[in-house]
DNA sequence: CCTACCGATCGGTAGG
DNA sequence: CCTACCGATCGGTAGG
């Protein structure tokens, strides 16, 4: 956190720490947390166990700094924030194939999400909320704003509807791990899409 | 499984057995499966670390029987199973209300699959699903038969939406693990079942 | 004096 | 079902 006071203003090693970071996220995603050890992760990042110390301080510190550079809310905020609609129905259909799109080539968000939860008690989660909540809210205002005839539904339960499709859609992979047909999946989000827009649209 | 084959018939000692694997779970809810120790589990059993090996082959064989015996699957499809309703609407609402009953009064299920997915890349999960299938078309195949004015989705989607909801709605506790007020939720747990009645009813 | 990193090993604990 | 203990490996740190 606080490194050097003063003087002496030398960037840090930067190099081997990214590539640490890297190393731990791909085996964190395998075994978990617990599951993974220092050793492990020397060992594919090409450097002795001890250097580990020199840019950490523990292996916790580690996770944190892995949760810091992978922290799922950013992207997905993103994939939020760049989508428009001329009404509500198409920033919502954008909105989902955004989403979706991440999702889809960024497994590891939602992953690194459930071993935060299993193993830390979701604590780097909570800390990184706050800085998304505005965003989120700001996501809730547009739906609105974009149309005239959305119904009388609170901004919660709308984002949670919206979320909970990619939690629908994402099930089957998450849980069963499985590597549904794509085109078979396509079609199955069209239609969680559809139920969400008849269900906010008067 | 399979216990023994023929002569020898010790009922086997099934006292600490349960202990065991009631303990196990606690220990693995609050800590994961890796971040649990065969010693901590001896101790908080109140048996000798030698005798946990005399019930489980080892670590893993302890998880596969805690994950049978507080399998979320079947407890789930039971309360789908005793939703009734004179007409799709109200059945969405009882099984709905049952769902949230149980998920609120075992937030246990939920992190039991959680550490599958991330201790065992959800091979629990993925074994046990095939035995609630059925039970998962039969909800579908309800709700379509309890109401004519149902749109034209498929189960698929019907059913990831309906899930969907439990989803969204536990998002909130799951990934923040705040206790959030009840009254809150069950304002926005209403709401989302029916922005789910508007999608899903012509 | 700093950084980045080494070979070797610390005190304890893992599953068995 | 327990005591005692194993080969190995754990997370973390020593001096250089």
Known sequence: MNDRSEASARPAPTRSRAQIISVSHGLFLMQGFHGTTMRQIAKHAGVALGSLYNHFTDKDDLFSAVFEAYNPYPTLLLALENSRG?????????????????????????????????????????????????????????????????????????????????????????????????????????????????????
């Open 86 to 202: 001329k009404d509500t129905e198409e920033l919502v259909r954008t909105a989902a194939r955004r989403m979706v799109n991440v999702l889809a080539a960024r497994p590891d968000l939602v992953k690194l999400v459930f071993i935060d939860v299993v193993e830390f008690q979701g604590e780097h989660l909570r800390k990184a909320y706050p800085a998304v909540a505005p965003g989120l809210q700001d996501f809730a205002r547009r739906l609105r704003k974009e149309s005239g005839n959305l119904q009388p539904f609170s901004d919660d339960a709308l984002l949670r509807a919206f979320f909970g499709l990619f939690y629908a859609f994402n099930m089957n992979e998450m849980l069963l791990g499985a590597p549904v047909d794509s085109d078979g999946q396509t079609a199955v989000l069209q239609e969680l899409i559809e139920i969400y827009l008849n269900g906010i649209l008067a």
